[in-house]
Each structure stands twice: as structure tokens, then as C-alpha cells.
């Protein structure tokens, strides 16, 4: 067991070192010279000359790397081009208030989605699999911008029960019900694809395990139905698991179309201000923190995959 | 050890003359046609394939012409009988137009990714180990980016516009094929009639084109036309943030994105772009479905 | 199977190099080690010694059989001979030539002139492809044979091997049965013409009454085409209907060759003696009652030192965990005829042959005089 999350974790460390090395590449695929996109043109150039040599532009490139990379560890995601506030701060009170969101959903889809999944495949082919199967592939086939915008129609404009906009006064964290009904339409939105996705994931993992021989034979030893169900969904799990992980990383990283509509002050709006201001530095420290968290998430989920299931650990 | 008669196996029941012989792909074609759920997919998909290739006869208006005169009608107005948008241009006439953007955006980006996706990963697949796991780790790298995120980042940099949008798109999709050819490749490469190729003296790439690709292509191409689906939703998703098609083309998200404003004052023609990009997706996504069961014969044992 | 007396010999293929005398395959210690997963951070891999220093030869136009429990080695040892895998050291000689040798024959030579026949697994056939492209692939392939002509080929191929083509060669593997797949696994070995033949439990899986028909198909295209085979099974009986020479494997390791009717009738080893014990008797008044052969087969990841089949024998002494036994003649036993011939089955070899082919070599201490066992010496044991 410690030899595989040792080889794990080297592998890990491997990953975020490559996921380094692709966004550092990222502002270099910018047409032009990073400094232009910096300064505004008519900028002097003792300036322009004296920025280079700070941001270390002219040194050659793997120096850069590793100097950006130092920073880095250290804790440090430069400066935000336009606000001039470090990234860090902003960056992770910003990814606070989506974690507001994406955790919420997670729950309720991982939840909604096994639930489904599991009865649907124990009432295989009859009107009630049929019903859950439908659900879940329109979850999945729905883009959840559209689904945000069509909640916020029907119950903020048509039946206006709901807020349509905004985080509320709290400030993430619901402190009361008022707050938390900011959140109510965004998470259910979130929630759509994962619910999906696992529905359906869950649906045929368990019709597999279930062709198999061995639930006939609990059956046969005179389990009771929900025993059976428990040992089923013990060997469903760690595939699930890692679909769960995905869709974690997932819901991280593409909250940015359900922050924009909602306008919801997450990492994903963040993100996006980023790209429209040309904001690099930011741009540069939120790919590389969401995506060292999906790299996180999917370490913990295959750890946890290997508790459950002796066999991966080997 | 006394005679055994020889029985004569051309005689054996079973393989009656007439009987036309079926081969894999002539099963998969006879399952799908019996499948109705699969054919009113594959007739809807026809319908809006057809719809954009012929949207100059199709459409009603031009596409980018509007009238403030015009704005936001709402649905059922003689003339514009799915309304107007925000510039008063004729709502239908962009879905129709825009189905092309939508398809183009959404099925081009699979068709490069598993064209490179594909050959990576059959070549991962067959080669030893040093090559296979270099492949797979940088395949791992690009895996380690959520796709939305990965997909954003790359057209926040390089920009906006339709082409930027299927490079970018191909880029995200090209990993998972890897991934799973690879993994199908591999299956397959183990198994007995490989192996019995390989005694046989036959030459590397007489083997995987024989023997390999036509037991890979089924998996990847159930895999590919749920991808499809999926790319459908993020070029729209690109659009409907600004990093994907520009206005004033008409492309289903950027649509959305536009008339966002409207909700309060139109909400269903607000609506109507989201409606074509689930029903094609939706349509894609039961495509794939359908094609994964047609495929998955259980073997007799 | 004809019960009488063979003694015209087979005829001559056309591309007989080495004699009538030359042996066609002369393996001499071969050995494949594979590396079971290292543990983190050690030093030592572990080895899987599948195949560690086996040496037989086998004579043209002969069978040969080879037998022993699952994980013997006797599939790695298939493979090996046709460079599916490559072995770790030893040398295959084909028809006096060294394999792989600069002034040998090569790898893709070697493979023209010897083929496998695989298990019937659902996987030995292509699912995609027609019988006759399936039969057809190696000479297309490999050979550059014009593809009208390959096709031609493989559809006299399937009429040799009892299938009509003109229903079979446009059909495709799921449509046929067992026996008839198993067939069309033999029609694609001979498609590239070969001279040995290697059988890797070709009728295991098939019904009793096919496999039947299968033998006798096999035994006919022998004489027909004047092939020799190496014949792999686990089942004792079909071994000896087939084989004109056994060998008995074990983790690796030959512990007992001979003439099959030598075998069969006086096997020296105490293995191939349990394994004889093992098989049901038919006659009611001897039933086994007791389980002839304890325990399971050791770890075959690090093997025992010595003699591998100590953990199991009876008869086990200290000196069998020192020194590894070596294969090797056995002295004449008391009261044994030296043609070595089973009565069931007469040898078609019993006119001549060269001595050593023939001989009856066993890999125990108590065979060898003066090696330290407390049983050596005192001749041939005979049975229980």
C-alpha cells in the first residue's frame, strides 16, 4: 500500500511538474512580445527596457521558467497587470466563493446521479429505467449556461421566487436563508452534468456487476435485498469514484459560464476578466491553481479507489 | 484405440447453404436498423444537417440584417415566426445559418483529434514500453487540465474566431482518444489471432491494418460521436463567452450570450438557441448510445 | 489412425536440408527468465524462471509430445522456439542450422517453416475478417503471394482440413463451431507451408467426440504433408495416442524424456509416476483412492533450489535441495525390452533410429549412482 502512494505521489509531482510547463507556455503562444501586451504602446523605452530586465523577459526562456516557477512555490502568482494586486489573494478568496458552489453541486449531483443510476439499472427495461435514463442524457446533452439562463427565467423572471443575480451580502458562505437563496439556482444548474454523467455511469456499472454470477449467489445464500444492493455498490464504486473525481475538476474549472451568468464573483469570472483585460499574470495563476487541484482531487480519489479496492493496489 | 468415422462438418446443421454469411459490421448495420430509438435520432440529425447545408434556401431572412424597428418580437409574428433577436434579425434564420457554425465547430475539432488522437494512440498501443509510457505521461499532463479550463485558457491566448476555436477544441479532444485507443489497442494486440499474425512472418504494418485497427475502429468511433456532443456544447460555450466565433455570425452560443440581456423582456425567444444546441447534442449523444449497443454483442461463449 | 505397423518413412519435403538423419528441431538449454514486478526500492527483481535450460530434439516426420501441469513452461517453450518471445540463452537449431546464427537461418525463415496452432479461444481468429482472408493473410502478408492466388490456396486448405469452401471461406469466426474453428486454426499454420508444426493444447478445449476427429485430421495431414509436431497438452491420454516421444515438464525443467511406450509403461521420475497414478483407471477392481501427487505446484517465482519437485516428493532427501538434478540416460531397467514399445501402440521407429534420440533420460537423484541419495544405484525402482 505505501508503495503504491509513493508511486503515486512521484507520479503526481511529475503531472504538476508537466501542468507547470504547459501554462508558463501558455502567454508565450500570444502572437508578439508578452511586454506589449503589458505596456501601452507609447510607453518610453528606458521603461519598456527597465520592465524587461525586472520581469526577466530578457533572459532566455527556461531561466524565465524557473524563475516564474520559484515564485511559485514560494506562494507567489506575480501581480495583477491590471489592478496591481497580487494574484494570490485574489485568486484564492475568488476560488473560495466557487468552492461555495462547486462542493454543493457536487454533492447533490454525485448524489441525485447514484441514486438514479442504481435504480435504474435494478429496474432494467422496465418504465422506471427508462425514466431515469432519459433524465440523465438531458442532463448531459444540456449546455448548463442554457439551463442557467432558463432557471433564472422561470423562477426569477416568470415566477419571481428566486434572485437571478448575485452573491448576496454574505459573502459565499450563506449566513442566513436570504443568502442561501443566491446559491439555490447556480448549484442546481452546476449540478446537471455531473448528476448525469454519473447516472449513467453508475447505471452501467451496476448492470454489469450485476450480469455477473456473484449477486445470483448472494441471492441464493438468502441476503436480503439491501445487503445484496450494499455489496453491489461496493464493487461499483471506485470506477464511480474516479468519474466523481473528473467531474470535481470539472465543476472547478467550468464554473466560469455559470459565474458569468449568475454573476457570481467565482475563480471562473475571475478568470474570464483575465482573458478580456489581457491580464497574464492572473490568467497564468488560476489555470495553474485549479488545474493543481484537479491534480489533487484525482491523486485523493485513486488513493481512496485503492482502499476500497484491494485489487488496484496489488 | 479403435476408428473414429469421420463425420463430414459440411453437413453439420448449422451451416446450411443460403445462408448469407454476416459479418461484424453487416451485424452492427441490421441491429441499428431495428433499433427505432437510434433511426429517429439519425432522421432528426439528418433533418439538421440538411437545414444547414441548405440554409440559403431555407432561411427566411438574411441572417445579419436587422432592424431596430424589428427588436425582440416574440414567437408566432407573421413573418418572423420564431421572432426576432436583440438587432431585430430574424431568429430562425440564425439557428439555420448557425447550424452550420455549430456543426462545423462541433464535429471538425473530433475529426482532428482522432485522426492524431488515434494514430498516438496506436502507436502507444503497440509500441514497448519506453515509448508507451512517454506518450501516455504527456497525455497524462494535458488530462491533468479540466477541459472547459483547458479550452478557455487556450482561446483566452491566442484568441477568438473559428479557427482558433477548432484548434483549441482539438487540443483538449486529442487526450481522451489517446487514451482510450490506446487502451483498445493494447486489448487487442494480446490477443491469440495477434499473436498467430505475428508468427506468421507478416510484416508490422500488415498486421495493424489487418488485424488491429479494424478491432479498434468500433470503440473509437462509439467514442468519438459522443465527443461530437460534447464539443457541440463547449464551441458554444466558447462563443457564448466571447472566445469563440465573433458576432455578427450567427453561432447558437453567441446567440445566447446575446440576448441574455433579453430574458426579462422575451424569455422564450431568449431560449430558443439553447433549445437547438440540446437537441443536437441530446441527438449526438443517443447516436453514440445507440451505436455502443449495436456493437456489443455478446459473443456465444 | 491406422493400427497397424508404420514402416515406410514419411516423404521427403522439398526442402530437406539436413538428411533424413538430422533431427528437425534441436533445442539445447534453453531458458527464459521474466522479472515479476520489483518491489520499490529493492535491489533483487524477483524471476519467474519459466523456462530454465530445457533441452530435446525432436526427429522429422516424429510427434513429440510434452506434458505437465499448468505454469510448467511448456507454452513459454512453444513461443520461445518460434521467437515469439526471445529466450534468454540456449539455441534452437532447425534442420542443422542455428537460429539467428549470421550462417544460420533467421527469425522470419524459421517462421515460414514453423508454425503454431493455437488453442480454440475465442480470440484465435480474427472476428473481423472471413475465414479465407484468415487463412490467407500469411501468405498475402508475409509472402507476397498475389492475392487471387492466396485466396485459391486457402480454399484447397480448408477442403484438406474437411471443410467445404465454398460454404466456410466467406463466413466469419463467430458463425462456426468449435471443431470447425479449430480447423481453421490448422488451415492457417499450413498456409505458409511449414515443416514442424507446433500444437499448443490444440484439442483442449474442444468436445470429447471432436477432438477426436481433430487427432485424426492432425494424424493424417502428418503423413499427407509430411510435417513433424510438437504436440503440447495437459491430457495425459491424448499425449499418448499422438506422441512417438514425450517429454514431462516441471516448473521449468525436463524431468523425464523417452519413447512414449517407455514412458507410459516405466516412468522413472516420481512426477510422471503420479501423474500416470492421476489418471482415472477404467478398470472398476483399481480405483484410485488415494490422491497420488500432495500440495500445489511451488511459487514459480524463486523456485525451490535443487531439484524443483522436492517439496512434493516422497522420497526427498537433503541432498535434492543441494544439487539440482541434470537430465540424463537411465541405465537399463531389470527386465525392460530396449525397443521401448508400447503394445497399444508400436513404434514406427522401431526398425533403427539413432540410440540417443531413443534413449529414456530422467532427472533424479535416485537414477544416478553415487550422487547421495540413499536410493541410488539400486537400479530402476519399479512402480507401486
Not at chain 2, 440564425?94 to 496506436?122: D, E, K, N, W
Not at chain 2, 506468421?200 to 504494418?205: K, V
Not at chain 3, 511448456?74 to 542455428?98: C, M, Q, V, Y
Amino acid at each position: 500500500m505505501a508503495q503504491f502512494i509513493t508511486l503515486r505521489l512521484l507520479h503526481t509531482i511529475l503531472i504538476l511538474f508537466g501542468v507547470s510547463v504547459v501554462t508558463f507556455g501558455l502567454i508565450h503562444l500570444i502572437p508578439g512580445n508578452p511586454l506589449d501586451i503589458l505596456l501601452p504602446p507609447e510607453a518610453p523605452k528606458e521603461v519598456v527596457e527597465r520592465l524587461k530586465v525586472e520581469f526577466g523577459f530578457d533572459k532566455p526562456l527556461y531561466l524565465q521558467y524557473f524563475a516564474w516557477l520559484g515564485r511559485v512555490v514560494r506562494g507567489n502568482l506575480g501581480t495583477s497587470v491590471f489592478t496591481g494586486l497580487p494574484v494570490t489573494g485574489e485568486l484564492f478568496s475568488a476560488l473560495g466563493n466557487t468552492l461555495c458552489l462547486a462542493v454543493p453541486a457536487a454533492l447533490v449531483g454525485f448524489s441525485l446521479g447514484t441514486t438514479f443510476g442504481t435504480l435504474a439499472a435494478f429496474n432494467y427495461g422496465r418504465a422506471l429505467d427508462k425514466l431515469f435514463s432519459i433524465i440523465t442524457i438531458l442532463g448531459l446533452s444540456m449546455p448548463h449556461y442554457w439551463l442557467a439562463i432558463v432557471l433564472v427565467i422561470v423562477l426569477a423572471v416568470l415566477w419571481p421566487i428566486l434572485p437571478a443575480v448575485g452573491m448576496g451580502s454574505g459573502g459565499g458562505l450563506p449566513t442566513s436563508w436570504e443568502d442561501a437563496r443566491f446559491l439555490i439556482l447556480p448549484v442546481v444548474t452546476l449540478s446537471m452534468i455531473p448528476m448525469g454523467v454519473i447516472g449513467r455511469m453508475v447505471r452501467s456499472t451496476v448492470l454489469e456487476i450485476l450480469s455477473q454470477e456473484f449477486p445470483t449467489a448472494l441471492q441464493a445464500k438468502g441476503l436480503r435485498r439491501r445487503r445484496i444492493v450494499w455489496h453491489v455498490l461496493k464493487n461499483a464504486a471506485p470506477p464511480a469514484m474516479a468519474v466523481m473525481g473528473l467531474q470535481l475538476g470539472y465543476l472547478l474549472g467550468g464554473s466560469i459560464l455559470v459565474e458569468t451568468v449568475f454573476n457570481w464573483p467565482g475563480s471562473g469570472q475571475f478568470m474570464n476578466l483575465a482573458i478580456f483585460r489581457r491580464d497574464i499574470p492572473v490568467l497564468q495563476g488560476t489555470v495553474l491553481v485549479l488545474a493543481s487541484f484537479f491534480v489533487l482531487i484525482n491523486l485523493a480519489v485513486d488513493v481512496a479507489q485503492a482502499l476500497i479496492d484491494p485489487r488496484i493496489r496489488r | 484405440m479403435t476408428e473414429i468415422s469421420l463425420v463430414d462438418p459440411a453437413l453439420v446443421p448449422e451451416v446450411a447453404a443460403g445462408l448469407e454469411p454476416r459479418g461484424y459490421w453487416q451485424g452492427v448495420g441490421e441491429r441499428l436498423l431495428r433499433d427505432r430509438v437510434t433511426l429517429a435520432v439519425a432522421a432528426v440529425l439528418a433533418v439538421i444537417i440538411l437545414l444547414a447545408v441548405f440554409a440559403p434556401w431555407v432561411a427566411t431572412h438574411d441572417p445579419l440584417q436587422g432592424s431596430v424597428l424589428r427588436r425582440l418580437k416574440p414567437v408566432g409574428t407573421p413573418g418572423y415566426f420564431l421572432g426576432t433577436d436583440e438587432t431585430g434579425r430574424d431568429i430562425w434564420s440564425r439557428l439555420v445559418y448557425g447550424a452550420r457554425l455549430s456543426l462545423i465547430c462541433g464535429i471538425t475539432p473530433v475529426l482532428f483529434a482522432t485522426m492524431i488522437g488515434g494514430a498516438l494512440g496506436l502507436i502507444a498501443g503497440i509500441s514497448g514500453r519506453f515509448v508507451n509510457m512517454a506518450v501516455m505521461r504527456v497525455v497524462d499532463v494535458f488530462y491533468a487540465f479540466p477541459s472547459v479550463l483547458l479550452a478557455i485558457a487556450i482561446c483566452g491566448v491566442i484568441g477568438a474566431g473559428i479557427g482558433n476555436t477548432i484548434l483549441s477544441l482539438s487540443v483538449v479532444f486529442t487526450p481522451p482518444i489517446v487514451r482510450i485507443t490506446e487502451s483498445l489497442t493494447t486489448q487487442v494486440k494480446n490477443r491469440d489471432f495477434v499473436e498467430a499474425a505475428r508468427a506468421s512472418a507478416a510484416p508490422l504494418l500488415s498486421i495493424i491494418r489487418h488485424q488491429i485497427v479494424p478491432n479498434v475502429l468500433g470503440g473509437m468511433l462509439v467514442y468519438a460521436t459522443s465527443l461530437v456532443s460534447i464539443s457541440i456544447i463547449l464551441s458554444a460555450g466558447l462563443s457564448f463567452l466571447g472566445l469563440g466565433v465573433t458576432p455578427p455570425n450567427p453561432e447558437w452560443g453567441l446567440m445566447l450570450n446575446a440576448l441574455r440581456q433579453a430574458i426579462f423582456v422575451n424569455p422564450i425567444v431568449a431560449a430558443l438557441p439553447g433549445v437547438a444546441i440540446v437537441i443536437t447534442s441530446l441527438c449526438f449523444n443517443l447516436l453514440s448510445d445507440g451505436l455502443r449497443s449495436a456493437m456489443d454483442i455478446k459473443l456465444p461463449a | 489412425m491406422s493400427t497397424t505397423d508404420f514402416l515406410a518413412a514419411a516423404p521427403a519435403a522439398a526442402n530437406d536440408r539436413g538428411g533424413a538423419k538430422q533431427p528437425l528441431l534441436i533445442v539445447r538449454e534453453l531458458k527464459k527468465y521474466f522479472s515479476a514486478k520489483t518491489r520499490f526500492l529493492s535491489l533483487r527483481a524477483d524471476q519467474v524462471q519459466a523456462v530454465d535450460g530445457v533441452s530435446f530434439s525432436i526427429a522429422k516426420g516424429s510427434t513429440l509430445g510434452v506434458v505437465g501441469e499448468s505454469g510448467c513452461g511448456k507454452s513459454t517453450t512453444a513461443r520461445l522456439l518460434l521467437h515469439l518471445i526471445e529466450p534468454d540463452a540456449g539455441e534452437i537449431i532447425f534442420d542443422g542450422e542455428a537460429v539467428g546464427a549470421s550462417d544460420g537461418i533467421s527469425v522470419r525463415d524459421l517462421r515460414l517453416a514453423a508454425q503454431m496452432v493455437f488453442q480454440d479461444s475465442y480470440s484465435s481468429l480474427n472476428p473481423r475478417a472471413t475465414i479465407g482472408d484468415i487463412i490467407a493473410f500469411g501468405p498475402r502478408a508475409a509472402k507476397g503471394v498475389a492475392s487471387r492466388v492466396a485466396t485459391q490456396r486457402a480454399e484447397n486448405l480448408l477442403e484438406q482440413v474437411g471443410l467445404r469452401a465454398s460454404l466456410f471461406a466467406r463466413r466469419y469466426p463467430h458463425e462456426l463451431s468449435g471443431g470447425q474453428r479449430q480447423r481453421v486454426n490448422i488451415a492457417r499454420a499450413l498456409a505458409l507451408e511449414p515443416r514442424l508444426l507446433i500444437l499448443d493444447e490444440a484439442v483442449s478445449a474442444l468436445d470429447k467426440s471432436v477432438e477426436a476427429q481433430i487427432l485424426n485430421l492432425l494424424s493424417d495431414l502428418r503423413d499427407d504433408l509430411g510435417l513433424t509436431y510438437l504436440f503440447i497438452s495437459h491430457d495425459l491420454n491424448v499425449v499418448r495416442h499422438v506422441s512417438d516421444r514425450v517429454v514431462v515438464m516441471y516448473l521449468g525443467r525436463i524431468v523425464e524424456a523417452g519413447d512414449v511406450g517407455e514412458i507410459f509403461r516405466r516412468p522413472l521420475h516420481p512426477y510422471t509416476q503420479a501423474l500416470l497414478r492421476a489418471m482415472p483407471s477404467m478398470d472398476p477392481d483399481h480405483r484410485t483412492s488415494e490422491p497420488p501427487l500432495t500440495g500445489d505446484p511451488p511459487n514459480p517465482i524463486n523456485p525451490p533450489s535443487g531439484c524443483r519437485f522436492r517439496t512434493r516428493c516422497v522420497f526427498a532427501e537433503a541432498v535434492c535441495a543441494r544439487v539440482s538434478p541434470v537430465l540424463a540416460a537411465a541405465k537399463s531397467a531389470i527386465g525392460g525390452s530396449e525397443d521401448g514399445n508400447d503394445p497399444l501402440r508400436p513404434s514406427r521407429f522401431s526398425s533403427g533410429g539413432d540410440r540417443a534420440d531413443r534413449e529414456h533420460q530422467v532427472a533424479c537423484h535416485m537414477m544416478v549412482t553415487g550422487s547421495g541419495h540413499s536410493r541410488a544405484g539400486a537400479g530402476a525402482f519399479g512402480h507401486d
